[in-house]
């Protein structure tokens, strides 16, 4: 609850123009056309890779979810289960940031 009302005030990604309010999923992938990527990768193609990576690496299933700020679908274990795996979540970005430096030194997916 309060973690909402912080994300509200404080977006990961806050617009230029009006900094209370997160930038537009368009604005992120017209990004991605910029860096040219263009009908090549989407902004929920890298989520999902992400995922998939994380997944196959043995990371628990729930901290991949609350890293992708996904919301719990049972609405009883929502009611009752309210980690939020921050220590793992950091451990899990740590991961990805190491292993795509790792890609990108060995020039892998260049």
């Not at 990371?59 to 009611?79: M, P, S, T």
């Amino acid at each position: 609850m309060l973690l909402e009302a912080f994300k509200r005030i404080y977006p990961v990604f806050p617009g230029i123009r009006q900094g209370s309010k997160q930038l537009s999923e368009n604005t992120m992938l017209y990004a991605l056309y910029r860096l040219g990527y263009h009908s090549k990768a989407t902004v929920h193609g890298f989520r999902a890779t992400f995922s998939t990576i994380a997944n196959e690496s043995g990371f628990n299933g729930d901290v991949i979810e609350k890293a992708l700020a996904h919301e719990q679908q049972n609405q009883v274990r929502a009611a009752y289960h309210r980690s939020e795996y921050l220590e793992q979540r950091r451990e899990l970005m740590q991961w990805w940031a190491d292993l795509l430096q790792e890609m990108e030194h060995k020039n892998q997916y260049a």
